[in-house]
C-alpha cells in the first residue's frame, strides 16, 4: 500500500513537472539549440556559448527587474531610458570618484527614478503604462543634457574587470546574471515579499482585503527595476569603455518579450523567474543564430516580435481552454 501511494506521488510529481510552463520554455529552449546547431556549423561550439552567455547578461538583468513588475499587472517602459541616463551619471560619476563610490550613486539614481514611478503609480493610481511613457522621455532627455550630446569615454580601465574576471573559467558578468536569478527565484518562491507580488497581480482588491502590504510592494517592483538597469548599464560600460545617451535603446522592448516569451502574463499574477530566464537565452539564441547565418539584423526584430505575438496568443488560447474546463 505504501508503495502504491509512493508511485502515484511519484507520478503526480513527475506529471507537474511535465505539465510546467518551465519545462515546456526549457524544451522549447533545447529544440531551438538543435535546430540552430545544425543551421550553422558554428552555434554549439565552446566560443559561441560564451558568447550567447555573455550577450544575455544586460537584457538578464533587465528582465529581472520587469518580471518583478508584469507580475504585480504593471509595465515599465523606461527601463532603456533609465539604462542609458544612469550610464550617463556613472560615466561622469567616475572621472571624480572612486569606482566603488560611483557605482552604488548611479544605481541609487536608478532605484530613485523608479521609486518615483512607484509612487505616482501606487498612490497616485497613474496608470503605469502612461507613467513610465512619461518617465521614459524625461529620461532620454535629461541623457542627452547630462552628457551635452555626446558620448563620454576616458573610463577607468580597471572597470573592465567585472566582466573581463572569471572564476573557474566562468566571466564575472555570467556569474553575477547566476546569482542574481538565483536570488530573484529565492525572494519571489520563499517570502512573503515574493507571495504578495503575486497576489497583487492576481487580485489587487483581495490582496488589500487581506491586509497585505499592497502600497509597498507595488511601488517596490519599479524601486527593482530602475536600480537592475542601473546595474546593466555598469557591465554594459565595463565592456565597451564609454556611455552614449542613446544607450538602451529599445532595452525595454527586449525586456517585456524575454518575460512574455517567458511565459508572465502581461495581467499579472502569472510567470516565474525561471520562465523568464529561458525566455532570455531563448530570445539571445535566436539573435545569435540569425547573426551566425547572415540573417539582415533588420529582420531580427520581425523573429522576436512574431514570437511575442504567438507567446501572447498562446497565452490567450490556455486561458480560453482554463475558462472552458
Known sequence: MAETTSNANGSSLAG????SLEFRMLCLALLLAVVLSFASPFFLTERNIFNILDQSVVIGIVAVGMTFV?????IDLSVGAVFGLTGIILAQALQIMPIPMAIPLAILAGAGIGLFSGI??????????VVT???MAIGRSLSFIFSGQRSISGLPPELDSIVYSTFLGIPANVLFLIGLYLLAWGYL?????????????????????????TMFYSILPYVISGALAAVAVTFSLAQIMSADPLAGNQLELDAIAAVVIGGASLYGGRGS???TLLGVLIMVM???GLNLMGVSPFWQGTAIGSIVIIALLAERLINWRSARA
Open 133 to 135: 511613457l512619461g518617465v
Open 286 to 288: 535566436i539573435r545569435n
Open 189 to 213: 518562491t520563499y517570502t512573503k515579499g515574493g507571495r504578495t507580488i503575486y497576489t497583487i497581480g492576481s487580485n489587487h482588491e483581495a490582496a488589500r482585503a487581506a491586509g497585505l502590504s
Open 273 to 275: 523567474i525561471i520562465g
Open 120 to 129: 505616482l503609480i501606487a498612490v497616485f493610481g497613474l496608470a503605469p503604462f
Open 16 to 19: 507537474t513537472v511535465f505539465r
Open 70 to 74: 508584469i507580475l504585480t499587472g504593471g
